[in-house]
């Protein structure tokens, strides 16, 4: 089975902190991907990569950049936070770009 | 602008019924997925179909190519059913998905 974790379930930080929030998938998959969800909007993509060091812009990057320095760790940081980033975070991985993706469990992430 | 629209956004359903749940989209596809989202926010795939019909358990998911149109059929609905439904469609280099249908199984 496909396992994909993330580093927090829940998480509250102060507006202007740098947050982490790490992912790690243990299917040697070559694709990760960070989404975020809102009630109303569904699932939007933040970045993805393809590869070790590759990195790729989703439809709102705005507010986020991310690593990859291996293959099964995928970080998403947010450089200074901010109350709109308050939202539901999900990391996903698959084989290939167009093959079925699997989640994390999420990461509800509060900003105050 | 939505790639991909699902109805109904909410349904509420007793134990036992038939329930359908569509998703339409716009884009060309290379394959659509269906998911589906417990309450605690963990998504599993349910299907990837880019053809025809696939079936698992109770659940069954069509698509219509031509008619750019897929249908999530649950039989026998039990509580333990009730999610959120998400359409998700692949067009060879990107993802885009609905914004779920919000399912409820009443005893």
């Known amino acids: 089975d496909v396992k994909v974790t993330q580093s927090s379930r829940y998480l509250v930080k102060r507006t202007g902190e740098k947050v982490f929030l790490e992912c790690v998938q243990d299917m040697d998959h070559e694709n990760m991907f960070w989404y975020r969800q809102d009630p109303g909007l569904g699932l939007r993509l933040i970045y993805f990569s393809y590869d070790v060091k590759m990195k790729e812009k989703g439809d709102i990057p705005e507010g986020y950049s991310v690593s990859r320095e291996k293959k099964e760790r995928f970080s998403l940081i947010l450089e200074s936070a901010s109350t709109n980033q308050t939202s539901m975070y999900l990391c996903?991985?698959?084989?290939?770009?167009?093959?079925?993706?699997?989640f994390g469990p999420g990461t509800r992430l509060t900003v105050t | 602008k939505n790639e991909v629209e699902q109805s109904p956004q909410n349904l509420t359903a007793q134990e036992g019924e038939f329930i359908t749940i569509n998703c339409s989209y716009s884009v060309g596809i290379s394959a659509l997925h269906w998911l589906q989202q417990h309450p605690g926010g963990g998504i599993v795939s349910l299907f990837m179909?880019?053809?025809g019909k696939k079936k698992h358990g109770r659940l069954i998911a069509t698509i219509n190519i031509q008619e750019k149109h897929s249908s999530l059929h649950i039989t026998a609905s039990h509580p333990r059913d009730s999610a959120v439904y998400i359409c998700a469609v692949n067009t060879g280099n990107q993802f885009y998905f609905g914004t779920g249908t919000s399912l409820t199984v009443i005893p």
């Open positions: 996903a991985s698959s084989i290939g770009p167009i093959y079925e993706q699997y």
């Open positions: 179909l880019s053809s």
